[in-house]
Nanobody, 125 residues
Framework: QLQLVESGGGLVQPGGSLRLSCTASGGSLADYVIGWFRKAPGKEREGVSSISASGLSTNYEAPVKERSRISRDNPMNTVYLQVNNLIPEDTGVYYC??????????????????WGQGTQVTVSS
């Protein structure tokens, strides 16, 4: 069974950058759409970005569009999310998830079958 582990979170000052990693074991990430989600304190979990299995298609939601880049290294079984110009509203737990359908690019949680445990991102001065 595919298992996902996120890393790269931490405390960052506003305006800083982070690169989050999502690494898989127990299967090949190359077979899946990978999505990044985040849950801010007091808010529901929301989709952030996604990338197709081939890496040729990507999707970014409005809160991070123009500030983020998602990429994947299939031989390394890893997907990355780079977020720049971080703002306090980016604070939250960031999760990656794997979905087998292309439609998962649209970041509907129902299309994702495997989830990581999350990594905390805190943006604060």
């Amino acid at each position: 069974q595919l298992q996902l582990v996120e890393s790269g979170g931490g405390l960052v000052q506003p305006g800083g950058s982070l690169r989050l990693s999502c690494t898989a074991s127990g299967g090949s990430l190359a077979d899946y759409v990978i999505g990044w989600f985040r849950k801010a304190p007091g808010k529901e979990r929301e989709g952030v970005s996604s990338i197709s299995a081939s890496g040729l298609s990507t999707n970014y939601e409005a809160p991070v569009k123009e500030r983020s880049r998602i990429s994947r290294d299939n031989p390394m079984n890893t997907v990355y999310l780079q977020v720049n110009n971080l703002i306090p509203e980016d604070t939250g737990v960031y999760y990656c998830a794997a979905g087998s359908k292309f439609a998962a690019l649209l970041l509907d949680e129902i299309d994702f079958s495997s989830w990581g445990q999350g990594t905390q991102v805190t943006v604060s001065s």
